[in-house]
């Protein structure tokens, strides 16, 4: 099937020369084209250009019976967001730990009260499989909806080999049946379980001689994560893993600096992490470390917003010359939302992106954050067709301004419209 957009008001993220991500100054770069057509063939990205233009294409298109035509006139075609972190196989919710929340108490002592992670954990050893499938899928299905059209899922939930292999097995499912691109990441090191409280090196070792063997013997994961901060897995935890994990061919995203300086930056870049993520406690030394390396730093500020927490310094980081990438964080516990609409806004006005910046940090860089750059996260030939159509706005700056809306009105996902 083919689909042609025309009469696009400004089609969004173009690139001829598609690059790997933008750092820096060039994060506030955007190539946008206004008044432009854009064409899809199968689930690519067939070409694109100026109204001017369109002639060059028609011929061609006249005779081809499975073809549809969109007018895009005041409209916004932008390349689908790309989540580079997820929870989002998870059961039942956490809203009584909000309310603990707001009546002051922090993320560690509701941990300690035997919530948080820990909760999740118990509710998703209840679940079947069927039951994280079908919940997990009306979360996607309304990101999608959202403008989300690639995310990053980890397990971390189910903290014994078990229920880590079974929420494995339904991210492998997802990746199946859901339309949206889908990377899984191991993340057995989310805490230490009750069964192993006062033995987290025992529990290193299960993960490192049980788990991480049998996750790679089912090829159930692409990635793999450690939450490396304060009161849950040190720099020296993480090591050990990241190491059994590379042995595997398991390449490093981790939670990092959210609770403390914890070291988790430095060594994240020492193992060529993809990405870092959280990023809350940042100093120079971090930004030092991050300087010139293939690792992504990772912002999530839904969970510092649901959290209360300090903003990462992003602006400090764009202007050291770093790459940022923002990401929903989408979890039961700290971020019960995969918005990336919203990310956007709070992008620009908690942490001072421009708009161009936030764009770059929403697609490309998280496209990046999920090993799917040359795939995802901008408009080029060849890339696949995963766009969406804004209802009728006036610019971009509409789109982060306007926040707490869905501003999409259409959406396609390899070439088909949803
Ligand atoms: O990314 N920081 C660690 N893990 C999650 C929270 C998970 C939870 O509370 O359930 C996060 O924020
Ligand atoms: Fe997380």
Known sequence: MKILIRNIGLLVNTETVPVAFRAGREMSTLHNIENAWLLTDEDRIAGFGP????????????????????????????????DSHTHLVYAGSREIEYVDKIKGLSYEEIFERGGGILNSARLLHEASEEELVEQALDRLNEMLMYGTGAVEIKSGYGLSTEDEL??????????????????????????????????????????????????AAEELADYIDVFCDKGFFTPEDTDRILMAGMKYGLRPKIHANELDYSGGIQVGVKYNALSVDHLEFTGDEEIAALKDTETMPTILPGAAFFLNMVHAPAR??????????????????????GNMQLIVSMACIQYRLLPEEAINAT????????????????????????????????????????????????VILNGELY
């Open 51 to 82: 109204m001017s233009t369109i002639e060059t294409i028609l011929p061609g298109l006249d005779e081809e019976d499975n073809f549809i035509e969109i007018d895009a006139t005041g409209r916004l075609v932008f390349p689908s967001f790309c």
């Open 166 to 215: 079974k929420m494995l097995r339904v991210i492998k499912k997802l990746k199946d049946i859901s339309p949206l691109s889908i990377k899984a990441t191991f993340l057995g090191a989310h805490a230490v379980p009750d069964e192993y409280k006062g033995r987290r090196q025992e529990y290193v070792n299960m993960i490192i001689n049980e788990m991480i063997p049998m996750v």
């Open 316 to 337: 400090k980081m764009i202007e050291a010359g770093l790459p940022v990438a923002f990401a929903s964080d989408f979890n039961p516990g700290s971020s019960p939302s």
């Open 363 to 410: 697609t490309l860089n998280t496209a990046y954050a999920m090993g799917l750059s040359d795939e995802l996260g901008s408009v080029a030939v060849g890339k696949r067709a995963n766009l969406f159509i804004t209802i009728p706005v006036p610019n971009i700056e509409f789109i982060p301004y306007a926040f707490g809306s869905n501003k999409i009105e259409r």
